[in-house]
Nanobody, 115 residues
């Protein structure tokens, strides 16, 4: 099993930055794929960015050029740098790992961007 704990959410003004962090209960160097997802009330959870064990990343179109995902294998953490935040980025952000063919999710962290 993998336990994931997100942190770093909060309330920020539009145009500012936040860094989300996700800590894992196992060595993330053993986790083939990790990512950040977000969800707003009444909508499906959407993929924001993913990163695989070799370092290749993928960002959704709505955040491309503004968000950056990274892995810190030494500290078993996943990060997401979020710049130029917009009100439409407001959501609960979840960390996800795919390990031994199972999906694991964190409890989520709220990000609210005020205009």
């Amino acid at each position: 099993q993998v336990q994931l704990v997100e942190s770093g959410g909060g309330v920020v003004q539009a145009g500012r930055s936040l860094i989300l962090s996700c800590s894992a209960s196992i060595s993330i160097s053993a986790i083939p794929s990790m990512g950040w997802y977000r969800q707003t009330p009444g909508k499906q959870r959407e993929m924001v960015a993913t990163i695989v064990i070799g370092g290749t990343t993928y960002c959704g179109d709505s955040v491309k050029g503004r968000f950056t995902i990274s892995r810190d294998n030494a500290n078993d953490r996943l990060y997401q740098q979020m710049n130029s935040l917009k009100p439409e980025d407001s959501a609960v952000y979840y960390c996800k790992s795919v390990y031994r063919r199972r999906d694991y999710w964190g409890q989520g962290t709220q990000v609210t961007v005020s205009s």
